[in-house]
């Protein structure tokens, strides 16, 4: 079965401060991997996703993610938060093999401090 | 592309009621997914169309949850007797037919409706 944890239920960081949040999958294949972000009472946006190619990818509003097989993970970064950067962020995982369905992770929440 | 829709964005009723929502995908998207997403979870699959048909269903979709869409485009979610347990936001996602290869069957996500059942 595939799932698709995030250690992190909660972070907060510093405006101008730069941003790493964990994601880690479970997943005989490989994977399709995305991260998608929500505002409050809001749909998901997806940020960025990988299914093949360079196994670091970038995304929107100046977020990057890398592939790393050997340890599972899919970790979002962005090297300087913004003020509205403030959300809920999710990390799924989706593969031809389970369906079509995205398995998400519950999420992390992201505070940004000025 | 106006994006996913979704209607209505709130709905409260009270247990035994019976609702409806409504999604309407991306206008060339031919898969269409249905998802829910409880306070502090990520959202977890319900079911899926490719045009009309409906391909998938997960167990979460109990016998009081029916789905359908019916020419290939809007698609709707009727829940029967709702319970307080199905209070939740329902999300609609569409994809495009391009597939896994070309994509890696992004899904667009819709504004969402949330339900709050009394």
């Known amino acids: 079965a595939q799932s698709v944890t995030q250690p992190d239920i909660h972070i907060t960081v510093s405006e101008g401060a730069s941003l790493e949040l964990r994601c880690n999958y479970s997943?005989?294949?490989?994977?399709?991997l995305f991260w998608y972000v929500q505002s409050p009472g809001q749909g998901l946006q997806l940020l960025l996703k990988?299914?093949?190619?360079?196994?670091l990818v970038q995304g929107i509003k100046g977020f990057e993610a890398e592939f790393k097989r050997s340890q599972s993970s899919f970790n979002l970064r962005k090297p300087s938060v913004h003020w509205s950067d403030a959300a809920e962020y999710f990390c799924?995982?989706?593969?031809?093999?389970?369906?079509?369905?995205?398995?998400f992770g519950a999420g992390t929440i992201l505070r940004v401090k000025s | 592309d106006t994006g996913v829709s979704q209607n209505p964005r709130h709905k409260i009723t009270k247990r035994g009621q019976n609702v409806t929502f409504r999604c309407d995908p991306i206008?060339?998207?031919?898969?269409l997914y249905w998802y829910r997403q409880t306070l502090g979870q990520g959202p977890e699959f319900l079911t899926y169309?490719?045009?009309?048909?409906?391909?998938?269903k997960s167990r979460l979709l109990s016998d009081r949850f029916s789905a359908e869409r019916p020419k290939g485009s809007f698609s709707t979610l009727e829940i029967q007797r709702t319970e307080q347990g199905d209070s939740a936001m329902y999300l609609c996602?569409?994809?495009?037919?391009?597939?896994?290869?070309?994509?890696?069957?992004?899904?667009?996500f819709g504004p969402g409706t949330r339900l709050t059942v009394l």
């Open positions: 996602a569409s994809s495009s037919p391009q597939g896994w290869r070309t994509t890696g069957n992004e899904q667009f």
């Open positions: 997943y005989g294949a490989t994977p399709y």
């Open positions: 990988y299914f093949s190619g360079d196994t």
């Open positions: 799924a995982v989706a593969g031809m093999e389970y369906g079509n369905k995205l398995v």
């Open positions: 206008s060339e998207h031919n898969r």
């Open positions: 169309f490719q045009n009309e048909a409906q391909l998938e």
